[in-house]
């Protein structure tokens, strides 16, 4: 039979000015932390988890747009891929000698397994929301070591599979 240890913990004391800063310092480095997140390059980050495949967080963002529905009705549905369907970078055209913007397109992929039509970067960039999602586990496709995750959203409890170059 094992002895029970008794654990003994130690107080420490520290000025209450000390642990205020240290408290403050805490709140900003976690508030710099959740910017960065959000204006981090996600195929980057997608990339940075997939190397570092100890390090994924425990809560990540959901991507989501809005759409009309076949009744008619915006629905709001959760993003789970995409894909470029046209990528033209800025160009100086012979004739004119003026710059042609750069031109963007892609395809969304739904929860639902709909895909949507061709629509610009921007478009997407600027309409798509965020919710919150709590990461449950990941599995890692043995043959091409890509990594999805399995999550379920905190606001109604619906849960996804989504490769993480998806989240964030």
């Known amino acids: 039979m094992e002895e029970e240890k008794e654990v003994k913990l130690e107080d420490i004391t520290i000025p209450k000015s000390q642990l205020e ?5 805490l709140q900003a480095i976690e508030k710099d932390r959740d910017m960065l997140l959000q204006v981090a390059d996600k195929r980057q980050l997608g990339i940075y988890y997939q190397r570092n495949r100890g390090k994924i967080p425990s809560h990540v963002n959901l991507r989501t747009m809005m759409v ?5 009705k915006k629905v709001e549905k959760v993003i789970v891929g995409w894909v470029s369907t046209k990528d033209e970078p800025p160009q100086l055209d012979p004739a004119t000698g003026r710059w042609i913007p750069e031109v963007q397109k892609c395809k969304l992929m739904y929860e639902d397994g709909t895909i949507s039509d061709e629509m610009h970067q921007v478009h997407f960039t ?10 449950k586990s990941k599995v890692t496709d043995e043959v091409t070591g890509d990594v999805a ?19 964030n």
Request: net charge negative.
């Open 21 to 25: 800063e240290m408290m403050k310092r």
């Open 68 to 72: 009309v529905g076949e009744d008619g």
């Open 126 to 135: 600027r309409n798509y929301k965020q919710l919150e999602a709590e990461v």
């Open 149 to 167: 995750l399995k999550v379920i959203r905190l606001d109604n409890q619906k849960e996804y599979d989504i490769g993480i170059n998806f989240v």
